[in-house]
């Protein structure tokens, strides 16, 4: 039997960090995971600074259903809500 329930995490410290900071198991694993090592990206860090382009971007590699018929401040929440695990 494994020693933990859970994949394997390429940056466990950076997981852990996240889990402490509330995020969800889910999107903790997916930021550890993440080959960006935490280079600047294109978006702003607001989600309320981003287009509707991104905001729908983001929430499609969330795979957040529903996404196509939410106007940008029900994206924003359902975004706000998954990464701190309040969705599904």
Same mark, same amino acid.
Request: net charge negative; aromatic share 6%; glycine share 6%.
């Given at each position: 039997?494994?020693e933990? #329930? @859970? !994949?394997?995490?390429?940056? =466990?410290?950076?997981? $852990?960090? %996240?889990?402490?900071k509330?995020?969800?198991?889910?999107t903790?694993?997916?930021?550890?995971?993440?080959?960006?090592?935490?280079?600047?990206? #294109? @978006? !702003?860090?607001?989600?309320? =600074?981003?287009?509707? $382009?991104? %905001?729908?971007?983001?929430?499609?590699?969330?795979d957040?259903?529903?996404?196509?018929?939410?106007?940008?401040?029900?994206?924003?929440?359902?975004?706000r809500?998954?990464?701190?695990? =309040?969705?599904?």
């Amino acid at each position: 039997m494994a020693e933990r #329930d @859970r !994949p394997t995490i390429e940056n =466990d410290a950076q997981y $852990e960090a %996240l889990r402490d900071k509330g995020y969800n198991k889910e999107t903790a694993a997916r930021i550890a995971n993440s080959d960006s090592s935490g280079q600047p990206t #294109d @978006r !702003p860090n607001s989600y309320d =600074d981003w287009s509707k $382009e991104q %905001l729908l971007e983001r929430a499609k590699e969330l795979d957040l259903e529903g996404r196509s018929d939410m106007d940008k401040p029900e994206l924003i929440a359902a975004l706000r809500g998954k990464r701190y695990g =309040d969705q599904g």
